[in-house]
């Protein structure tokens, strides 16, 4: 997450830049209207190619044509190597989302995301294979249908708190995993910070067979 600050600090500074380089582009242009003598000015890039023209074929007034000149090529080549950076930036950005996708998948927590009737809006892979389904098949189902009666009201019970304001509520709920089979699970439940879901975490306390 730092990292990620760091990098915001750093865009924001990008964005400073652009403004520096919008005013560089505007004094160039206002100084090719002063010395073409036209009150509008150019007002495209042609127009200020034509006037830089006019400005070097001019013995009195090459000199400035060539100053003007500079600053135009000095103003590409730094778009050119913000670009460069904003693709770095983006490439840093794409990879780091990338991992922190792989890390929610595989983390050995099965982590989901419901609203306040219990609909599963978000499930990562080992959750789905505490529920024993296909991650596309969960979607939209209710948790409650996976549990039995008792644990259904438990896991009411929790949401229940957590709507009336408590950060976190934990408890034990037994998943019904097909054909009879029961699945036990410590489940911890607090708010989703980003909106109005609620943020499950189940640990699997099932007893091995023997």
Known sequence: MAWLQNRGVHMSRDVNGLESQAALRQRALARLSVAD?????????????????????SPSSAGEALAVLHELQVH???????EEELRRSR???EATLYRQL???????????TVDRTSELREVNLTAAGMLGCERGQLLGRSLISFLG?????????????????????????????????????????????????FLVAFIDVTEPEE
């Open 37 to 57: 003598g036209s009150q509008d000015g150019p007002r495209d890039a042609f127009g200020a190619l034509g006037v830089l023209h006019k400005l070097a074929s």
């Open 149 to 197: 009666p008792e644990s259904a009201s438990v896991l009411r019970a929790m949401l229940a708190r957590l709507s009336e304001g408590e950060p976190t509520t934990l408890g034990t709920l037994q998943l019904a995993v097909g054909q009879g089979a029961l699945r036990s699970v410590h489940a911890s439940v607090t708010r989703d910070p980003g909106g109005q879901h």
């Open 102 to 112: 792989q890390l929610y998948d595989y983390a050995p927590v099965g982590c989901l």
């Open 76 to 82: 590409q080549v730094e778009l050119e190597l913000q």
């Open 91 to 93: 490439s840093e950005m």
